[in-house]
């Protein structure tokens, strides 16, 4: 298997509290990978940690060839490394359309230099985005939206409006932070639907943080299993169920 | 009640206006843009406008050249003031532009040498010598004076105040209309959220700042053109207040917003200054003039309260919170 990313050793404390205790794991090219494991487990710091908002106290995290544990948020994702949030932080007060344009990478007319010098081609850039980003929208089914503020957007399409955007930045991995949490069971399975169909026609590749555990079954190659900040089990799903140590972890060794 | 129809006194009242509207965009392009909290417009007036003085005066140069300088030095001045500041929190980052325009004023009234000190700009020469900075200026708003065929100075000044000030809007406004002007929306609402999405968020919020502060250096050169004389004093942090009040009367996010607040707040503030009728004339003048701020203040409590979007701002997009 090739290696997209590799989580090697991360410790991140806050406090006397070791929130991720040497945690090392695998994310294979093109995988679907789920990450589990109960509350406090350590998942959403992690998270935090391989997406740049927090910096890891020691340990490496390599994404592709480079090391990225000390880069900040915004070079982390321009190299294709991007996050969504587990309550979708879409811009509330643009609209769906324009939440979607701001996730263009290398957009000459964000740049004032650009702007000024080279207008025809920050426009042109803007027009080809443009084609994209509706193309985007209709693969969420946001398209009919599209001009409608995206604070108006129920949560669920908040999150599908999150994963058109993160789209747009045509990153190789994919973090999403609880897609299924607050969705509901009809958009659960199209979103199922999607995320594999963006993994099989973009080969974009997802790590994903998931209490649903049913989903996480039906969407992974492969789960990373983690408890008290240190990855205690990585297998496929089958294993994983079967495993008794992932059983101790979510119930308690007394159960 | 002769004052209030002079036509000149009203022409006067829209140069200040349009100086206040080109200070209170800057606040616009800052906060209204990109959401920075900056309570210390006025040093970077203070600046543009000693800047030009000290050039034109110590240094022999010509207007022309001093007040771009000006305006780059405003825009510098914002570099430095955010370079180490811009990443506290929000609110730390307000208390720090207080900090700095009072050190720009302390600065001004203390450093004799460089500024003239208390004097202002009358002592900026050699002492003895009542120095001006604004003989060419003078010429050239004569000159244009002429070719208006105008026949009072207050009305030329107010057509190059305002002729510069729509230029600024339009541009404030076609720059918001940009991909560039979108991040800085986005960073307003999210920043945490824009940098996830790839966009370097201190390099937008640094831009913000120095171009708020060059519109400040530009309100700077023409509040020194028009008075013909300043110091350390007129620029008090009270200045930047009032470009905020401007910013919520007329509404934030919206360029076009600042023009109806800079009008509506010039009118009020100039016309509260006539308030000789009952039930005022029951106070002694010295009340007034207090009588005077607090209605002001009245005034622009209950207009935020009935709407709090300001005169033209959009409900869905900005409200004040």
Known sequence: MTELLRVEDVVRTFGGVRAVDGASFAVADHSVTGLIGPNGAGKSTLFATIAGSLKPDSGRIVFGSARIDRRPVHRIARAGLVRTYQAARVLTRMTVLDNVLLASAAHPGERLAGLVLRPGAARAHERRILERAHDLLALVRLESHAHAYAGTLSGGQRKLLDLARVLMLEPSLVLLDEPMAGVNPALREELLERILAIRRDRGVTFLIVEHDLDFVMQAADSVVVMNEGKVILVGTPGEVRVDERVVDAYLGKAH | ?321
């Open chain 2, 1 to 321: 009640m002769s004052i209030l129809a002079s036509g000149g006194f009203w022409a006067f009242v829209g140069v200040v206006a349009g100086i206040y509207t080109i200070l209170a965009l800057g606040l616009q392009v800052q906060f209204g843009f990109a959401g920075l909290l900056n309570f210390g417009q006025v040093g970077f007036m203070a600046i543009g406008a000693y800047t030009m003085a000290i050039l034109v005066v110590k240094e022999g140069w010509s207007t022309w050249l001093a007040a771009p300088l000006g305006i780059a030095a405003a825009a510098v001045g914002g570099l430095l003031l955010g370079l180490p500041s811009l990443r506290l929190r929000a609110d730390y980052f307000a208390i720090v532009t207080i900090a700095f325009s009072e050190i720009i004023r302390y600065v001004a009234t203390n450093d004799t040498a460089l500024t003239g000190g208390s004097q202002g700009t009358i002592a900026l020469g050699p002492i003895g010598t009542a120095s001006q900075y604004n003989g060419q200026w003078s010429s050239f708003e004569a000159r244009v004076q002429h070719a208006l065929g105008f026949s009072s100075s207050d009305a030329t000044m107010l057509v190059l105040v305002w002729g510069v000030a729509v230029v600024l809007l339009a541009l404030c406004w076609l720059a918001l209309r940009t991909p560039w002007g979108r991040v800085l929306r986005a960073i307003r609402e999210d920043e945490d959220a824009t940098a996830s999405l790839g966009k370097n968020v201190f390099a937008y919020k640094l831009q913000a700042l120095a171009l708020g502060a060059a519109l400040a250096g530009i309100a700077g050169l023409f509040y020194a053109w028009e008075f013909s004389f300043f110091s350390p004093d007129d620029f008090q942090p009270l200045l930047t207040f009032f470009a905020w009040m401007i910013l919520l009367l007329g509404g934030l996010g919206r360029v076009w917003a600042v023009p109806v607040g800079a009008g509506v707040f010039g009118f009020i503030f100039a016309g509260t200054r006539f308030l000789d009728f009952a039930p005022f004339t029951w106070f002694a003048s010295d009340q007034r003039a207090y009588l005077r701020l607090i209605i002001i203040g009245l005034i622009i409590i209950v207009l935020v309260l009935v709407r709090p979007q300001g005169l033209l701002g959009n409900k869905r997009e900005m409200v004040l919170e």
